[in-house]
């Protein structure tokens, strides 16, 4: 009989550890997944900063708009313009700067007709944390 029951233990462990397997691992959360659901309009003229990531990464304005970064992260976040370190390219993001978590701020006017690519000075090598904005 004790041979039954450390059998039957050995397959209720093997199936618990089966099930947490199948549903993802304890392992600590090194980003945004790669299903994320950003639902903005790539015509919105707000990008929220969230998980780790810009939502939308990519937006297309009129000349003259100014664009609005939200903070809805729980960490701070620098946007600023690219390249890094030197954030010369559009000078007009950089008026956004430090967000606390929470905090919004916006760019100056974007006034010239380009794409100005930005990125988040603090982790300047994630992806996630880098797009464009297009001026029209």
């Known amino acids: 009989m004790p041979y039954a029951r450390s059998a039957a233990a050995a397959v209720a462990l093997a ?6 397997t199948a549903c993802g691992s304890s392992s600590p959360n090194m980003g945004p997944s790669t299903g994320s659901t950003c639902t903005a309009s790539s015509t919105s003229t707000t990008i929220t900063i969230s998980n780790n ?3 939308p990464q990519n937006i297309t304005v009129p000349r ?5 970064f939200v903070n809805s992260d729980s960490q701070t976040h620098e946007m600023n313009s690219d390249p890094h370190p030197t954030h010369e390219d559009c000078p007009e993001i950089n008026a956004v700067g430090n967000l606390v978590a929470g905090q919004r701020r916006q760019t100056s006017n974007l006034v010239i007709a380009r794409r100005c690519g930005f990125h988040d000075h603090i982790l300047f090598d994630v992806k996630s944390l ?4 297009t001026i029209q």
């Open 130 to 133: 880098q797009g464009s904005i």
């Open 53 to 55: 990531a810009v939502c």
């Open 64 to 68: 003259g708009t100014q664009v609005t």
């Open 15 to 20: 199936a618990v550890a089966g099930l947490a």
